[in-house]
């Protein structure tokens, strides 16, 4: 049974592609991270249009291009400028999203490599007990963070956020409950996410596996 969904806005900031997997640079040609970038955004989006229709979608970007496909899956897209980074777009995202007379909201990152309709279902569940909903990264990230007004906490995304998030929600007594989900843990930073990826998936991301950069060896000179 689906939980009841309150008035929620489901906010996706997304990079320029051409600036996007940056740790990934040393292992893969920038053409494939650019294109890796952008099929896990289009998948995030096909994802939500599916499986959550009744959920407005707001993508937050500088890439023009990105905005435009954002709209070709009826998603409300806002030009950031990218000046102040992830936390000055999700600042300047929060602002529309209260505005628009959300109730609350929840950011996925576009690059999850696996979105799971139950997963989703359990970060709404808790989202109707608690006003701050941390889904924990794999490296202590956050991969997915429900909060009730949008503005609940400040944004603190960036190593170990997922405590930062934690410790924000109980300065201001707020209810917090953090969920650690097996798909949404892995978003895909490093080599050895995509590896990951590529077992769990191999006929989605068989391409970019394929397409790391072996690293070289050293020469040993007799």
């Known amino acids: 049974m ?22 990934l640079s040393a292992n893969l040609p920038t053409e494939a991270r650019e294109s890796l970038s952008l ?10 249009q599916r499986h959550f229709p009744e959920l407005d979608v ?9 905005l435009r496909l954002a709209q070709d899956y009826q998603a ?7 000046e102040a980074g992830l936390n000055g777009a999700l600042r300047f995202a929060c602002d529309w999203v209260k505005q628009s007379g959300y109730d609350g909201q929840l950011i996925i990152p576009s690059d999850i490599a696996m979105l799971d309709e ?32 949008p503005d609940a906490i400040e944004f603190e995304y960036g190593c170990h956020s997922a405590v930062a998030h934690q410790t924000n929600a109980q300065m201001q007594q707020l209810n917090c ?11 895909i930073d490093q080599k050895e996410d995509l590896s990951l990826a590529s077992r769990r998936q191999p006929e989605r991301f068989q391409f970019w596996h394929k397409s790391l950069i072996a690293p070289v060896k050293a020469v040993r000179y007799a």
């Open 2 to 23: 689906k939980p009841k969904v309150n008035n929620l806005c489901v906010v996706i900031p997304m990079k320029s592609p051409a600036k996007g997997k940056q740790r």
């Open 39 to 48: 099929s896990l955004f289009e998948t995030t989006l096909q994802f939500f």
């Open 58 to 66: 707001l993508v937050v970007s500088e890439s023009l291009d990105v």
């Open 76 to 82: 409300n897209s806002l030009f950031d400028d990218g």
């Open 118 to 149: 139950s997963e989703v279902h359990a970060l709404l569940t808790a989202g109707l007990e608690a006003q701050v909903v941390i889904a924990v990264a794999k490296d202590g990230g956050t991969n997915a963070l429900l909060t009730s007004p």
């Open 177 to 187: 409950r953090s969920l650690h989900l097996t798909h949404l843990s892995l978003d």
